[in-house]
C-alpha cells in the first residue's frame, strides 16, 4: 500500500504546467514586449542616425582629403575646376554631391575620393539610399553646402530627408550652410 501511495504521488509530480500557469507567462511576457519594443525602436533609430552621422562625416574627410592631394593639385584634368565648383560660394545655396556624369568621374580629384572611400559619391548613378539608413527619401540625396566667412571658404556635407532627431520626419532641406544647425538634417560641417 505505501509502494501505490508513492507511485501516485510521483505521477501528481509528473503533471507539468496547468493551463492557467502558462496564460499567465504569457500574458507577463506580452506585456514586457508592449513596454520595451518602443524602447528599442528609439535605440535602433538612434544607432541609425549615428551611422549616418559618421558615413558623412567620412565623405567630408574624404572631400577635404583628396583636396589637398599633390596628385590631385598637379593633375592636367578638370580636377580643379571640380574643386572650384564644390568650394563655390556664389550660389549660396545647396550643391548635390551625387551629380555628375561622364569625364567629371574620372578626374583625379573623383578618384582619389572613390579610392578614400571605395565608392564614387559624385556619380549621378550611385544610388546613395543604400548607403545610408535613417533617410526617408531614395537616392540623390547627398548634398554639399559652401560658405565663405571670415576664415575662408568651408563646407557641410547633409543627408536631404534625414532627421537626426530620429523621428523619420526629415524634409528636403533649402536653406543655407547657417541654417543647418537648427535644422533636422545629418550634417556634417
Not at 572613390?114 to 533617410?135: E, H, M, Q, R, V
Not at 537626426?164 to 526629415?170: A, D, N, P, V
Request: negative net charge; hydrophobic residues 40%; proline residues 3%.
Amino acid at each position: 500500500m505505501n509502494k501505490m501511495k508513492k507511485e501516485m504521488d510521483v505521477r501528481r509530480d509528473d503533471r507539468g504546467f496547468s493551463l492557467v500557469e502558462l496564460i499567465i507567462v504569457i500574458a507577463i511576457m506580452a506585456i514586457l514586449v508592449g513596454v520595451m519594443a518602443p524602447q528599442l525602436i528609439k535605440y535602433i533609430e538612434k544607432t541609425n542616425v549615428a551611422a549616418d552621422t559618421q558615413t558623412c562625416d567620412a565623405i567630408h574627410s574624404a572631400l577635404v582629403y583628396a583636396m589637398m592631394d599633390p596628385e590631385v593639385l598637379t593633375a592636367s584634368d578638370n580636377s580643379q575646376q571640380m574643386i572650384d565648383a564644390l568650394l563655390d560660394y556664389s550660389g549660396g545655396g545647396p550643391h548635390r554631391l551625387n551629380c555628375y556624369t561622364g569625364p567629371w568621374l574620372t578626374t583625379a580629384y573623383a578618384q582619389a575620393v572613390t579610392d578614400i572611400l571605395g565608392y564614387n559619391p559624385f556619380d549621378i548613378n550611385w544610388d546613395d539610399s543604400a548607403l545610408f539608413k535613417s533617410s526617408g527619401g531614395s537616392g540623390h540625396s547627398l548634398g554639399l553646402m559652401t560658405v565663405q566667412n571670415d576664415e575662408g571658404t568651408g563646407f557641410a556635407v547633409y543627408l536631404q530627408w534625414s532627421d537626426r532627431t530620429g523621428q523619420k520626419q526629415g524634409v528636403a532641406y533649402t536653406g543655407d550652410y547657417d541654417g543647418l544647425e537648427a535644422s533636422k538634417v545629418i550634417y556634417v560641417k
